[in-house]
């Protein structure tokens, strides 16, 4: 009947701490799809990209005019002059390889257009969801456009030292 008692009693506590913390909810991808610099923004990193890849489909197409005629004179060649030839093709083929890397790699040069001129007006959606969240006092705020992200959390809801003490590895006072 005690343990009935006590788990009655822990349910009710943690149903009124959960009830006494506020949640809220946006949709950034909404957001920004109604700030209309975000669109030209958007526009224009299109269009860059667009370029990008089309400068190096014409590379590709170099390569392949190459080995087609590589393939085409290969009987009249010498064994070295096919040794140079396969070169020539292999390092063309690298140098497009390496350029579709510098621009559509991790850190390419996509990623950092996309920085450049992305990255602002993010921040400052940002920035407005976490005034907002200290104004109305809101413990976590969701992105329901990208499963469910959590953009901003109150700290005071962070219990990650506890955790850590609890566990035995505590960061305070240790050396």
């Given at each position: 009947m005690k343990r009935i008692i006590v788990t009655f009693a822990l349910i009710l506590s943690i149903v009124a701490v959960a009830s006494?913390?506020?949640?809220?909810?946006?949709?950034?991808?909404?957001?920004?799809?109604?700030?209309p610099e975000y669109d030209s923004k958007q526009s224009k990193l299109n269009e860059i990209s667009l370029q990008w890849q089309q400068?190096?489909?014409e590379k590709l197409s170099q390569v392949d005019k190459m080995y087609k005629d590589y393939q085409a004179e290969g009987v009249f060649?010498?064994?070295?002059?096919?040794?140079?030839r396969e070169d020539e093709i292999m390092a063309k083929e690298k140098e497009v390889k390496e350029l579709q890397k510098r621009r559509f790699g991790v850190d390419g040069d996509l990623y950092k257009?996309?920085?450049?001129?992305?990255?602002?007006?993010?921040?400052?959606?940002?920035?407005?969801?976490?005034?907002?969240?200290?104004?109305?006092?809101?413990?976590?705020?969701?992105d329901k456009s990208s499963d469910l992200t959590i953009l901003f959390a109150n700290e005071r809801y962070d219990l990650s030292e506890e955790v850590l003490e609890k566990l035995g590895y505590g960061t305070e006072g240790e050396e």
């Open positions: 006494a913390q506020k949640f809220a909810v946006v949709d950034t991808k909404y957001i920004l799809e109604n700030i400068e190096i489909e060649l010498t064994e070295e002059m096919k040794r140079r257009k996309r920085q450049e001129l992305i990255k602002p007006l993010q921040d400052k959606v940002y920035n407005a969801i976490k005034e907002l969240a200290e104004a109305r006092s809101y413990a976590i705020v969701f």
